[in-house]
């Protein structure tokens, strides 16, 4: 399946391959890009996204990551707020390799969509 790849820095542009989202991740931990955004196909209702929620100063920084899953009936709309970066990478790569990575951390958000 082709991927669309999406950074502030950068238009979106197609892909297949999992290190360049794993790269387009590592830019969001360290600060040198503000987001990323990964779609199914051309952007529409399928994709999820990450930026910085918060720098941490003083603790760690915070993360915020949102997700919208096309089904029969609608969106789904999904928001999870995290200091645990692995957490977004991993739910990356379930999105990447086709499974729904949305678990108990995850609020459900559909209401704001519609």
């Keep these: 399946m082709e991927f669309f790849l999406m950074t502030d820095t950068e238009e979106a542009r ?3 391959y999992w290190e ?5 991740l590592a830019d969001v931990m360290s600060g040198g890009t503000e987001f990323v955004v990964l779609s199914k196909g051309e952007f529409g209702d399928d994709y999820i ?4 929620w918060n720098s941490g100063v003083i603790l760690r920084p915070s ?3 949102e997700i919208s899953i096309s089904t029969e009936h609608g969106a789904r709309h999904y928001r999870m707020k995290t200091k645990d970066f692995n957490t977004i990478y991993s739910a990356f ?5 086709g499974w729904d990575p949305v678990v108990t951390k995850w609020d459900d958000v559909t209401d ?3």
């Design 63 to 65: 993360y915020v990551t």
């Design 93 to 97: 790569r379930a999105y990447f390799d």
């Design 14 to 16: 197609p892909t297949q």
């Design 20 to 24: 360049d989202i794993g790269r387009a």
């Design 112 to 114: 704001e969509f519609e």
């Design 49 to 52: 996204q990450t930026s910085m």
